[in-house]
């Protein structure tokens, strides 16, 4: 890696297009002054954008690539371009140029690209997907898995708990954050067998644990503040975020309704536009905006592919936090805890090795 | 069966009492002038709130029960106390005395009383527990299974689609019901397995199906109107029911939050005030009170523990109108068609039976 920390962007692969996302990088570049970048995609279009932008241009390389991975290409389609801006991107950490990437492009391709270029890092069956959700707390909540697996046994379940603890200590800055598993209820004898596994194996483990496994919670505790690490399959994950991202829309709409009412409820909006405005700043997921593979020999954040130049500010902000931390080594330096859970699992006679 | 309709009330099930539940009762039979009743509970307390209700206890008859299943019961502590109310309810229903139960109770304990005492119909592998969510369209949207089943395979899947769209058709009123199945994506080769053998049966079966099948749907559209029917296994189901309530009571109380925060926004809300009572009571669960369990030689109907009176009476115009509706015998009459689907199903080779 270059002496000054680098991290590769996929200019091509946000809805809104390289403007944005250029706005973006620049916006997060003003927070980490010592940031290098190296900017993948069409050239043409990057150095046109880079124009609005002198001082990121300073402190960026811009590296042509011929094509682009669409929206509707199947990972197994993906990973066959080997010259789209996100592959170059990916394989700008696998060589160590970067030490990180982030795109907003196909999720999928995304995933499929990052396991194959980087790896799964000792200790780890599966990456998980890793997102920071906002909580009536003082912190945000970090859920994982979001979507990279469908279906997860024990064994991953209590690898995501490991993970996720590394990264809610370095997002959050939290010392020992608590962890639980999504579950249908909180009594022990809820849920699959795969959570159940997972959850004897972290209470057995609890005080060796570099975080506290306070057991099961629901879908309607998520944003409570309960708790700081939520773990759960990828199947779940996804339609509990997907759910969460579409009430609180549903709710705005709702809203949205009531004030355009009558004139006397289009007044009262007026007035309590101020109040109106911190509420939508903080459901606004441009705030939360950066996802990270957590569990590969590399950090890659996915930024949404709808989100504005706050929001990839976010996504970089992300990547340059876990690449200053080193979460890859610190996840690592966990995951030797984990050697142990197997021991405990094997005492427990679960499935978990 | 006695010659009008009746039900049977658990009058000791919710959490507010024999008072609210008689009340939701009474207000309830307001709306179904012909019902008859019969309540098991605690004699004394029932008979003291029935003094409150006249027309209520013209129409009723109360049994004593002398033991009371507990919140924290297990269902295998539950099922043994056959004196409950919560029991001797369900066994009015499967001696033919009433035609359908309704309890705010414990939800596991009354799934395997229920399941035990009135058996699954012909056809139907496993019942399911099914409820109205809100939207933004003209119509609520039928969603099961909601937690009976913490994992389903295809079949199950499949014939949860045939018992919620005869749901859907008696109490929203369709001749059709467009049918999905909850997913974490819509093109189909994503989720499970399962899920997609369940499409691929319901696909090829589409035309002879007394619904539309429309493929996947994702948590973020659930609110959205455009399905009447969402399936999934209970593990996501309620993940998502319970991920959609705590949503929606995040956004309440950041709303609360924001208006509180400044002299303005407080004179704003007071002026808003009209509009915001339109959207508390769109989002108040009572006016969506009433889960079914759906598959079962009799109707099953789960009032929520905290309903109020209002509430309650939702519930128990839900198993009026199932029993109305003769919900039992027209999805038998649907399950003729899954026997149809087995034929597909082999056909395409899947290991749906």
């Known amino acids: 890696m270059s002496s000054q920390p680098r991290i590769a962007i996929d200019a091509m692969g946000g809805d809104e297009g390289v403007r944005v996302m250029m706005a973006g990088v620049a916006l997060a570049r003003r927070r980490h002054e010592g940031l290098r970048f190296t900017l993948f995609g069409d050239e043409t279009r990057i150095k046109a954008a880079l124009d609005n932008h002198p001082n990121l241009r300073a402190a960026s390389e811009v590296v042509h690539s011929a094509t682009i991975v669409e929206g509707s290409d199947k990972p197994s389609v993906?990973?066959?371009?080997?010259?789209?801006?996100?592959?170059?991107?990916?394989?700008?950490?696998?060589?160590?140029?970067?030490?990180?990437?982030?795109?907003?492009?196909?999720?999928?391709?995304?995933?499929?690209?990052?396991?194959?270029?980087?790896?799964?890092?000792?200790?780890?069956?599966?990456?998980?997907?890793?997102?920071?959700?906002?909580?009536?707390?003082?912190?945000?909540?970090?859920?994982?898995?979001?979507?990279?697996?469908?279906?997860?046994?024990?064994r991953n379940l209590v690898q995501f708990a490991v993970m996720g603890a590394a990264y809610a200590r370095i997002a959050l800055d939290l010392e020992r954050p608590r962890v639980r598993l999504l579950n249908i209820g909180t009594e022990e004898l809820k849920g699959t067998d795969e959570i159940r596994d997972a959850a004897a194996v972290l209470r057995a483990a609890d005080t060796t644990l570099p975080f506290s496994f306070d057991g099961f919670t629901e879908g309607d505790k998520i944003g409570r503040g309960e708790t700081d690490v939520i773990v759960c399959d990828g199947f779940s994950g996804n339609v509990a975020l997907k759910t969460a991202e579409g009430t609180a829309r549903f709710v705005a709409d709702l809203l949205r309704r009531a004030f355009s009412s009558s004139l006397r409820s289009k007044i009262g909006f007026l007035i309590s536009k101020p109040a109106m405005h911190l509420l939508k700043h903080h459901l606004d997921p441009n705030n939360h905006n950066g996802a990270v593979f957590l569990g590969?020999?590399?950090?890659?954040?996915?930024?949404?592919?709808?989100?504005?130049?706050?929001?990839?500010?976010?996504?970089?902000?992300?990547?340059?936090?876990?690449l200053e931390e080193d979460i890859t080594r610190r996840i690592a330096a966990d995951m030797a805890g984990v050697q142990d859970l197997s021991a405990v699992a094997s005492k427990l006679e679960l499935p978990v090795k």
């Open 78 to 154: 993906a990973i066959r371009k080997k010259s789209s801006s996100m592959s170059m991107a990916i394989n700008a950490v696998k060589s160590g140029d970067a030490g990180a990437a982030v795109s907003a492009g196909n999720t999928g391709a995304l995933m499929a690209m990052a396991k194959l270029a980087l790896r799964t890092m000792p200790g780890v069956d599966r990456p998980a997907l890793a997102a920071m959700l906002p909580t009536l707390g003082d912190n945000d909540v970090v859920m994982l898995d979001l979507g990279a697996n469908t279906e997860c046994d024990a």
């Open 296 to 322: 590969l020999n590399g950090v890659v954040v996915k930024s949404h592919g709808s989100a504005d130049a706050k929001g990839v500010a976010n996504a970089v902000h992300v990547a340059a936090r876990l």
